[in-house]
């Protein structure tokens, strides 16, 4: 059976299933949204309209089973039996991978035939990932819903959407507009990693409508849309667009070159509540538990030259600037704990102290993963030597814009999310599971991001969904029959013998890394974890 992500357990079954304009769909009440997207999906197939109750009939039902677990028997009729809906839609796309890759068109087709078969399916993580950063480059409403159903045609469950950086704020805040009106646009970009700016204008921002929009989109895919919002640093186009955030008396521009910036918020009370006045907002437009307020790159030297920051340090009786990092963040745990939320950060928010219930999304290599879990933090692995998708592909000049070290397809297929040095300890069950990062300082459309995403995202999804046993050959095999239903959808993925002439982009500067250089600066850069 040639699913991807695999499946627990699947066996062939007699009989063949068609599918053709004639096929029925019913379903539990409970599981009416399912139905519905199925419906969707499928009628532009077969040109029929999936309606209770004629013949071939497809049925979803409740049964007793976890939630997002299912069973899928195909035979002269197909019953998918789910804990739950997100359940019924995951046993729904494992059926879509049974028909040929042209189901995958959204134009009629068939009759299909399936053969018969039945299936055991659950997930092996519950946090199955991708960062999409829209702050780098911005990513139109469609490409972002588009993105969407590709992570749920894979299982994915987690949208992280980086909704602000230096160079781009992307989210409507009603009581803050100049972050969109100002903070949205810059004026250039660089081109690559460190060549010349481009001389061309460059923003985009998501309306409030439009966020409702994508998170009910996303929902009724059983992805969650899980907000960031980076502070302290990263935050160069908040300050430009609002100066009394920041530590400077100079006025900044919305930042136009990449790598880690100076320009952090100051941390005056004003601050912290211009902030959780923007969280308002966010938690209102976005029902995750989660809240990602990131933590990541913070420079200090701006606040060891600010006689306020100093002054703050002292009042409170902290060690460093660190602590001063630390105690921040701590202002917005409360804020979100009292409003039934959890923070997530990058593992720098380990260094200094981190607040009991804070999420650690581990991203610097996997010291900060075994650091947070063995001191009782859930932790979400996004280790950037396995899952940065923005790093190159292959290690030849013609990857497009190289950046970072090579991670290949078995690469990523081979991760692990439970890092080696936890197994076996209690602390292991605190990985929540793991997530693919798609930074985009150099990805600057959606072509170049598919591009960057696929198939590695399909290699990915098995390490969050399936048993963690691995078969690369099994694998290759699998990805023969999906890299078709990518086609079919339009997905223009790098192919095993590296990109078409079209997808290589020659001259423009990029960042590749020497392993060993790499490693021993993540050692260096994570040492204080060791403390
Ligand atoms: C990160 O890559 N700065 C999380």
């Known amino acids: 059976m040639l699913i991807v992500p695999k499946p627990v357990q699947h066996e062939p079954r007699p009989g063949a299933f068609v599918l053709d304009r004639e096929t029925s769909l019913a379903a539990d009440p409970a599981l009416g949204q399912v139905a519905a997207w199925l419906r969707g999906e499928l009628a532009p197939v077969t040109g029929g309209e999936l309606l209770p109750g004629g013949s071939g009939t497809i049925t979803l039902k409740l049964g007793d089973l976890p939630p997002e677990a299912y069973r899928l028997t195909v035979g002269a009729t197909v019953e998918i039996v789910a804990g739950g809906p997100a359940g019924a839609f995951y046993g729904a796309q494992t059926f879509r991978q049974l028909l040929p890759a042209a189901a995958f068109r959204k134009a009629g087709g068939g009759p299909f035939e399936v053969p018969g078969a039945y299936v055991e399916d659950a997930p092996r993580f519950g946090w199955r990932g991708a960062l999409l950063d829209v702050a780098r480059h911005f990513m139109v409403k469609r490409d972002v819903l588009r993105f969407i159903d590709l992570l749920a045609l ?100 919305v930042r136009t070159t990449w790598g880690v910036g100076h320009n952090v918020v100051n941390v005056e009370d004003s601050t912290i509540k211009f902030f959780q006045d923007v969280l308002d907002e966010v938690l209102e437009l976005f029902p995750s538990p989660y809240i990602v307020l990131g933590g990541d790159e913070c420079r200090k030297d701006q606040w060891r030259a600010s006689p306020a920051a100093q002054r703050r340090i002292a009042e409170l009786g902290l060690r460093d600037e660190e602590e001063l990092q630390s105690w921040f963040i701590h202002q917005f745990d409360a804020y979100l704990t009292a409003r039934g939320r959890r923070l997530v ?87 929540l599971g793991a997530q693919c990062c798609l930074w985009t300082e150099l990805i600057d459309s959606a072509r170049h991001a598919d591009y960057m995403a696929f198939p590695r995202l399909s290699a990915f999804s098995e390490t969050v969904w399936s048993p963690p046993e691995r078969d690369l050959a099994d694998f290759r095999r699998r990805l023969a029959a999906h890299l078709p239903r990518l086609e079919a959808i339009g997905v223009e993925y790098r192919h095993e013998e590296g990109p078409l002439p079209w997808q290589t982009r020659p001259g423009v500067p990029g960042r590749p890394e020497d392993p060993e250089r790499w490693q021993a600066k993540l050692d260096a850069w994570t040492s204080n974890l060791r403390r």
């Open 345 to 431: 950060g990058w593992d720098e928010i380990l260094e200094g102290g981190l607040a009991p219930g804070a999420v650690v999304a581990s991203w610097r290599g996997e010291l900060g993963a075994v650091t947070a879990a063995r001191r009782g933090h859930d932790v979400i692995n996004c280790s950037n030597t396995s899952l940065y998708l923005d790093y190159r592909q292959g290690p030849g000049e013609e990857e497009p814009v190289p950046f970072g070290t090579v991670l290949a397809l078995e690469d990523v297929y081979n991760f692990e999310p439970v890092p080696a040095d936890l197994r076996g300890e209690p602390a292991a069950a605190r990985v």
């Open 154 to 253: 894979h299982k994915l469950n987690v949208l992280h959407l980086h909704l602000t950086d230096d160079q781009g704020w992307r989210v409507e805040i009603r009581r803050y507009p100049r972050l969109t009106e100002a903070g949205s646009w810059r004026k250039e970009s660089q081109t690559g990693w460190d060549g010349p700016m481009d001389g061309r204008p460059h923003g985009g921002y998501y309306t409030q409508d439009d966020i409702r929009e994508i998170v009910a989109y996303a929902a009724a895919r059983h992805v969650t849309v899980v907000p960031e919002i980076d502070l302290p640093g990263h935050t160069q186009a908040a300050i430009a667009a609002y100066p009394e955030l920041g530590n400077l008396d100079a006025p900044l521009e």
